[in-house]
């Protein structure tokens, strides 16, 4: 007991941090925004998730969060599985490459895709350009934007996240298992993905956590036609001032994330167990 004492304590200062800048103004937006009662609140949160236009946002919200989640684990889980089993000296160089653009302002990012997006940016130019279409389509302010631009801010968080699961498998369970007869195939299904199963679940609720709750990307690329729940959070809290409205939406961010998080959970030890 006495060798954690000072482990408690070098905790204090962080954890004193975490509850004044976080938790408290969380738990203040939530509960007791400024002028609003609860039962506004719960009036405001029952008048949403009965109205079907905030209905449309939250099921646009949820739907474009799990396909974002299952492109990023789709495509995430083949590379960092191909970067943990390299054995070329370039392959710190490329674990770097692929989570560089973490480094770089979201902002940044999404506006990249402005430009290829954009009526006369490179795919509609593209396009036209191979006659494939009369008129170059109007791609952005379109559900399909946004996944691009969420999939494309969220996917080197996946591939860091399955590495790392990855990368503590150790690589003579494949070796053994291929002396035993089994093919790549099934060695990489049978032997690898249930052993980083782990690590993939946890990619899977930190890119749909990041995409419930994103706000540049869908307002820049979605517009105000394909309004998200952040976006609707923003223009309660900022335009409408309608406090009532941005404490419910926040509390079903919260709840989305928090259920999610808890069926990744469900899911890991599962398949720890089996």
Known sequence: MTSRKPALLLLLPGLAFLLIGFAVPSLAMLFAPPGVTAGEIVGRL?????????????????????????????????????????????????????????????????????????????????????????????????????VLGLTQLFLPLAIISCYSAVAQVDPGLDDAARGLGASRTRTFWSIVVPLSLPGVVVAATLVFAGSVTAYTTPYLLGGSGQRMLATQLFSYSSVTIDWAGASATALIMTVLVFVVSGLSSLVARKGATS
């Open 46 to 146: 029952g008048q949403m998730l009965t109205d079907p236009f905030d209905l449309r946002i939250i099921g646009r919200t949820v739907g474009l969060g799990l396909v974002v989640t299952v492109i990023c684990v789709t495509l995430g889980f083949p590379v960092a599985y191909l970067l943990a089993r390299s054995t070329s000296r370039w392959s710190g160089v490329l674990l770097a490459l692929a989570i560089f653009p973490l480094l770089l302002s979201n902002v940044v990012r999404t506006f990249g895709w402005l430009v290829v997006l954009g009526k006369n940016g490179a795919i509609g130019q593209l396009l036209t350009t191979l006659g494939l279409v009369d008129e170059a389509p109007q791609l952005l302010y379109t559900e399909l934007a946004i």
